[in-house]
């Protein structure tokens, strides 16, 4: 690790421990609803930043790509849940959709171990 980011993970680490339950709120995820789910995410990449990335078209298209390879497929909200095609199929699996600022975490129960990630503005590929 280089001194600067060093520097800035100690001052990070200081702010936290000054300002209480910073930490805690930091790291709290809240489970969004249908409406949530459609403001947050239509238009917008879910991704984990190097190796896998989701594209919700605003006309229920799923774009994804990973380890170079691309599929599409088709998403939408049941339940207040989102709901995506595997590639190879027209079955959707419908997930419960928790953020924290723009971390996100997806799964289908909580027993099930989250796809996280995060969402960002569209990348133009």
């Given at each position: 690790?280089?001194h600067?980011?060093?520097?800035?993970?100690?001052?990070t680490i200081?702010a936290?421990?000054?300002t209480?339950?910073?930490?805690?709120?930091a790291?709290e995820f809240?489970?969004?609803?249908?409406?949530q789910i459609?403001?947050?995410?239509?238009?917008?990449?879910?991704?984990?930043g190097?190796?896998?990335?989701?594209?919700?078209r605003?006309?229920?298209a799923?774009?994804?790509?990973?380890?170079?390879?691309?599929?599409t497929?088709?998403?939408?909200?049941?339940n207040?849940?989102?709901?995506?095609?595997?590639?190879?199929?027209?079955?959707?699996?419908?997930?419960?959709?928790?953020?924290?600022?723009t971390?996100?975490?997806?799964?289908?129960n909580?027993?099930q171990?989250?796809?996280?990630?995060?969402?960002?503005v569209h990348?133009?590929?």
């Amino acid at each position: 690790m280089t001194h600067s980011v060093r520097h800035a993970v100690a001052c990070t680490i200081v702010a936290a421990a000054l300002t209480p339950g910073l930490a805690a709120r930091a790291d709290e995820f809240r489970l969004l609803d249908g409406k949530q789910i459609r403001a947050r995410m239509v238009g917008k990449d879910i991704t984990d930043g190097p190796h896998w990335t989701m594209y919700l078209r605003p006309d229920g298209a799923l774009v994804s790509s990973e380890a170079g390879s691309s599929w599409t497929g088709k998403w939408e909200i049941r339940n207040d849940r989102l709901c995506i095609s595997s590639p190879g199929s027209t079955a959707l699996e419908c997930n419960q959709v928790w953020v924290s600022g723009t971390n996100i975490r997806m799964r289908a129960n909580k027993d099930q171990n989250p796809l996280e990630g995060m969402v960002a503005v569209h990348r133009n590929n």
